[in-house]
């Protein structure tokens, strides 16, 4: 009995809706694609897709993707980029050359750096590096040049400090820092105008630069959050009473004599609470 031809490529069910998907919005021209747990492995698995040059919004979340080809860069009229929990470690040069980006999730990968020139994105609005391996040492130089940047997500890294450059975000509505291993905050971010949320809670934190004062963080809209921080006792106990009463604090005179006196005097940080070595983003085996 004769056998028909093998093939080579997968013909699993759900790679089979990945490429429906894509021939459906090749034939539509749909300009937005929504690949979202279809459990794709590779772009390989998507032929077509780094083609379709009028697409402007791709959901490739909750899949199993480990590298994004240079090729993402030709898609030039994409707007918004969603790689969230996939298997990324890391991603290419070219993603920042992309002219009408304005939203990038990569959050819940495997990142430990960011590609050299990654802050050279020209209209980028919203970042999302939550849940990643990064720290202060992943950030390429030009990273806070990204100046149409609204919102920062860099939640759930390993960041012990922040580097001073993060002043040079003038239009930074939203930064999500918390649960990382932060030591310290820069005064910078206490000169961010437009800063309206801000997440330090589970960090390593024991004072605020007396800067944070400047922040507008009281409005209807506002949000400032800094619970599981090993704060020094007033500051604790004003958090006791609320978030504002933490802000009118470290407002006043009294606090920045303590602040001055607690950094001249300080001594060792105060030790990592949290384990991450068993974080998803530290695993290297792929299922």
């Known amino acids: 009995m004769e056998n028909g031809p093998v093939s080579c490529l997968p013909t699993t069910p759900k790679m089979s809706k990945a490429k429906k998907v894509i021939e459906e919005a090749l034939e539509n021209q749909n300009p937005e694609l929504d690949l979202a747990d279809k459990g794709v492995v590779s772009f390989e698995e998507m032929p077509g897709l780094i083609d379709m040059h009028n697409i402007t919004r791709i ?9 994004v080809p240079p090729g993402i860069a030709n898609l030039t009229q994409l707007e918004m980029l ?7 470690e890391e991603l290419p040069v070219s993603l920042s050359s992309m002219p009408k980006l304005r939203i990038l999730n990569v959050g819940m990968n495997r990142l430990d750096s960011l590609p050299r020139g990654f802050g050279a994105f020209a209209v980028l609005e919203v970042l999302d590096l939550t849940y990643n391996n990064l720290s202060e040492s992943s950030l390429p130089g030009n990273f806070f040049m990204l100046e149409t ?13 922040i580097p001073p450059e993060i002043g040079q975000l003038k239009n930074l509505q939203i930064l999500v820092l918390r ?8 005064k910078e971010i206490g000169y961010l105008p437009r800063l309206r949320e801000l997440h330090i809670q589970a960090n390593r934190l024991t004072v605020l630069p007396p800067e944070v004062g400047n922040l507008d963080l009281f409005g209807n809209k506002s949000v400032l959050r800094m619970e599981f921080n090993p704060w020094v006792a007033p500051i604790a106990d004003q958090l006791q009473v609320g978030v ?7 407002r006043s005179e009294t606090y920045r004599y303590l602040y001055n006196r607690h950094i001249a005097a300080r001594g060792p940080p105060p030790p990592k609470l949290n384990d991450k070595t068993r974080k998803i983003s530290r695993n290297r085996q792929y299922s």
């Open 179 to 186: 649960e990382n291993d932060l030591i310290d905050i820069p």
């Open 82 to 88: 969603n790689l969230f929990n996939n298997h990324i």
């Open 244 to 250: 504002s009463h933490v802000i009118d604090y470290i």
């Open 149 to 161: 940047l609204r919102a920062l997500y860099l939640g759930d890294n390993d960041f012990e400090t």
């Open 59 to 67: 959901t490739l979340s909750h899949n199993k993707i480990q590298k």
